[in-house]
């Protein structure tokens, strides 16, 4: 069982930046690969960044890359994403979600998801 718990969002002007944090418990976190997805105002949720267990692989959603990382720390169970140049299109509630399968992450189907934290952008 994995439990996750993101912060770190808040209000911010276009062009600024915010680092979202994404707290796990369950001892096989650090074994995962995590993911971040985000849902905005009348719209699907969509996948916007990704991280292997061990960070050897990470991936971005075109309109994220360049501008957003993925990172994590074992030791803290925790995955980081940092969010600079933000845009007002990139006002959503973001979600960190993982599963032991991280094909399922890829294909936006993880089992475990956290509450969200929103990020509003302001223009």
């Known amino acids: 069982q994995v439990q996750l718990v993101e912060s770190g969002g808040g209000l911010v002007q276009a062009g600024g930046s915010l680092r979202l944090s994404c707290a796990a418990s369950?001892?096989?976190?650090?074994?995962?690969?995590v993911g971040w997805f985000r849902q905005g105002p009348g719209k699907e949720r969509e996948f916007v960044a990704g991280?292997?267990?061990?960070?050897?692989?990470?991936y971005f959603a075109d309109s994220v890359k360049g501008r957003f990382t993925i990172s994590r720390d074992n030791a803290k169970n925790t995955v980081y994403l940092q969010m600079n140049s933000l845009k007002p299109e990139d006002t959503a509630v973001y979600y960190c979600?993982?599963?032991?399968?991280?094909?399922?992450?890829?294909?936006?189907?993880?089992?475990?998801w956290g509450q969200g934290t929103q990020v509003t952008v302001s223009s």
């Open positions: 979600a993982t599963d032991s399968d991280p094909s399922l992450v890829r294909r936006n189907l993880p089992k475990y």
């Open positions: 369950g001892r096989f976190f650090r074994s995962y690969t």
């Open positions: 991280i292997t267990w061990n960070s050897g692989g990470t």
